[in-house]
Nanobody
Framework: QVQLVESGGGLVQAGGSLRLNCLASGRTMSSYTMAWFRQDPGKEREFVAVISVSGDSTYYAGSVKGRFTISRDNAKNTVYLQMNSLKPEDTAVYYC??????????????????WGQGTQVTVSS
């Protein structure tokens, strides 16, 4: 199993930037496809971005494409989400997730058996 801990969230003004970190422990992160999701209260958890084991393949939700970048450092067991040009609608709790099966249904929450506790991102207008 792998344990995931997110950090880097906070309060930022619209147009600003944040970088989220997700540290994996227990089992090497290099065995997992890694993803970021986010959730607003009262809404379903939604896909943000995913990165393959090697880091060669990445996919993004349309709402963040061109503004967010997912990356990983397997030697440090860490996956990152660089968020630029933040908007108030990006406000949510952001979750890191790990998939050992490398599902092609990467936007579905049910494909990820391992989740972090989340980190709050608040973007003020």
């Amino acid at each position: 199993q792998v344990q995931l801990v997110e950090s880097g969230g906070g309060l930022v003004q619209a147009g600003g930037s944040l970088r989220l970190n997700c540290l994996a422990s227990g089992r090497t992160m290099s065995s997992y496809t890694m993803a970021w999701f986010r959730q607003d209260p009262g809404k379903e958890r939604e896909f943000v971005a995913v990165i393959s084991v090697s880091g060669d393949s990445t996919y993004y939700a349309g709402s963040v494409k061109g503004r967010f970048t997912i990356s990983r450092d397997n030697a440090k067991n860490t996956v990152y989400l660089q968020m630029n040009s933040l908007k108030p609608e990006d406000t949510a709790v952001y979750y890191c997730a790990a998939d050992p099966h490398h599902s092609t249904w990467y936007a579905w929450t049910r494909e990820y058996p391992y989740w972090g506790q989340g980190t709050q991102v608040t973007v003020s207008s």
